[in-house]
């Protein structure tokens, strides 16, 4: 559009030219808003006889004066509005007024309200619609700048964003990796102690239900390892339990080892100087899963093969053939060939368990091979070798709080099809130890002796028959007199007949002790220097201690 040049000279609107094309570099630089509003309205008085009165910048299809100031012309906002932004104004105090509507390709942006004391010429017209235009571009200009720093900015939280999660990322993959590569190599709970270690740069503790130390990764294990009081363990499992997270308590940081509703330990960090940030956690979160599944496996494991241990350790007692003995026991690592034991442990006071793990930790302490199984409710060991009765007894004697246990120890084993033999021959040693004097202690089958005849004659009665046939007098005048003559003639007897030593056994004096012997000639008439006599009278002194008063086998 052009408009004609009236009353205004060349050189002036050249010059006026001039200054909008300085402006309108200027703009293109500014990305301000109200620094561009501010700018073209300081123009104008240099385009003619017009000043300006307000500028507005349209947001969200309303017209906004900027800067925000009060309006100096009533009801101008109320106008500039009305009109799109383009149009005459009525203003107080002026002859004119004119709002230049602000455009950009995407239609207007604001408005640029002018008043004069007459109405301009159409040159001044032409100059105040070009400004109009190029203010407009450059507010267009700084809204698309505004969006792209916006949009960069957005980009660039983006991008840092992507980037702390790769970074995450690939810390929990190591994480996963180096902890499953821990277990997945058969390291147990010490190899993901170390793993976590190796991750955190923390020393790392692993401890079971009631706070004993299981494994320690790192620097500073204390000795000896703390362990606090049952009632606080308990309270610290129930807060893990309840927490179901890392929970730091003084210098550590701790996690609970849980599969399922079974507690298996406790998973630490040890972190006095809190240095433990979320990466750290991550890896002891993941590490205590892994412990979980490993300690699980573990007790699995434990259990099927104790489970299989009894089961062959029952039929061997029971009879087995020998090749599937030999195959069973060599799939639980232990060879049956060669000569083998039957061990019973006995005790009615203590469950089967606490027995069961006092003969195997003993077991083991006297560097025995052996399976362990339960079989007629006793704790069976089948060993390698002959174990030294009295060490056995006090090695499980020891582990179960003095608590009297009886142990028969059966025949020597070459196959496994002997084994039932030796079982029988184990309990029938239990069971003659306990009707001795002294049934707390360990007697080999082979060794009963004299014992195993009384204890098989006894069931009929034929044992009491013979007693009293032999001791029936001495036994009858012990009972009245509250004597001691039947236990005089079984130490007598067991001294192979020498005063002297059976005085001294005895306690008494060698005249009192002719004096016993007399009597006992008198009540039962038998000459004690006729051999056959002595040895039916040691037999049945023998028995007569076996059954009723005791001896120890």
Known sequence: MSYPIVDGSAPAQLASLHRLCALSAALSGEHDEVEILRMAGAAVPSLGSCRTLASYHRVD???????????????????????????????????WGWAFVLRSSSGAVGSLVVGSDREPRPDEIFLLEVLAQ?????????????????????LTEINEHLTATVRRLEQQTRVHEVLAGAAAYGQGEQGIADALAQLTDLPVAVEDPFGNLRAWSGPGRPEPYPKAAPEQRDQLLHRLATHNAPLRLHDRVIMLVKPHSDVLGTLALIDPDHRAVETQLFALVYGSTMLALEL?????LAEIELRLRRELV??????????????????????????????VVHNAGRADDAIAEAASSAASALSLQYIQGRHDGAVVLITDRRPDAGALHHAIHERLDATPITIGIGGRCEHPSDFERSFADAHH??????QSRIPDGATAFEELGFYRLVDAAHADGQ???????WLGA??????????????????YLECGGNYNDSAAVLHIHRSTLRYRLGRIRELTGFDLRDVNIRFNLQAA?????????????
């Open 61 to 95: 299809d309303e017209f906004m004066q900027y800067p925000q100031t009060r309006p100096a012309q009533p009801g101008l906002d109320a106008q500039v509005s009305a009109q799109g932004g383009q149009g005459s104004v009525n203003l107080v105090g002026e002859r």
């Open 134 to 154: 190029l203010t407009g571009s450059a507010l267009a200009n700084a809204t698309m700048y505004e969006r792209a720093c916006a949009h960069a900015t957005e």
């Open 296 to 300: 699980a496996h573990q007790r699995n």
């Open 314 to 343: 029952d039929d061997l007692a029971s009879g087995t053939d020998n090749d599937s003995a030999y195959a069973r026991a060599e799939a639980l690592g232990h060879d049956l060939h060669g000569t083998h034991y039957v061990v």
């Open 429 to 434: 040693a239990v069971h003659i130890r306990l």
């Open 463 to 469: 044992v009491d028959r013979f007693i009293r046939e």
């Open 474 to 491: 001495l036994l009858e005048y012990d009972a009245t007199r509250h004597s001691d003559l039947v236990y005089t003639l079984a130490q």
């Open 541 to 553: 002194t023998r028995a007569w201690q076996f059954l009723s008063v005791g001896a120890d086998p």
